[in-house]
């Protein structure tokens, strides 16, 4: 949750969501607001509301998301267990949010696969390969989203 000087709630969610937090807190004490942070609206109305994004494809979005939870982790996990050691970071989590859009009456979802590995390179290259090629037939998919945090020591 990121909470801006006037303690108003700008953003509410899972800190992997933001790019950099520290950018996001200095930018907040500057008087300005982070890019993807929802602005408190004039006169008490509570928040403004974003633009709702994200797709109507929400019965796609669950098959591979439990795809990924029945199957696919496992097998990642098999396969790389012990191999990591050492890594302070080493995970991969699908992440969905879903908002009403009221215009439309419709419920839009939005679809992240955050991919955070950090480490010596010769242990998570071999990860990131992997997961690229796992995850390539949904690579053309539009709401298949990647957040690749890889940094390596």
């Not at 607001?33 to 669950?62: F, H």
């Not at 790389?80 to 969905?96: N, Q, S």
Request: charged residues 25%; negative net charge.
């Amino acid at each position: 949750m990121l909470i801006c000087p006037k303690g108003n709630i700008v953003f509410k969610g899972h800190p992997a969501q933001r790019k950099d937090l520290v950018s996001d807190f200095d930018t907040l004490l500057a008087g300005n607001m982070p890019e993807g942070c929802v602005p408190y609206s004039e006169g008490g109305e509570g928040p403004s509301m974003p633009e709702c994004k994200g797709t109507d494809k929400l019965d796609a979005i669950n098959v591979v998301v439990d795809d990924f939870a029945n199957t696919t982790a496992k097998a990642l996990q098999a396969e790389f267990k012990g191999k990591l050691d050492g890594c302070p970071r080493a995970f991969c989590v699908m992440v969905t949010t879903t908002a009403y859009e009221g215009e439309s009456d419709s419920f839009k979802t939005d679809f992240k696969n955050f991919r955070v590995l950090v480490g010596p390179a010769d242990k998570i290259d071999p990860v990131v390969a992997k997961l690229e090629e796992t995850f390539a037939k949904h690579a053309s998919e539009d709401w298949f989203q990647v957040e690749n945090r890889v940094h390596k020591m």
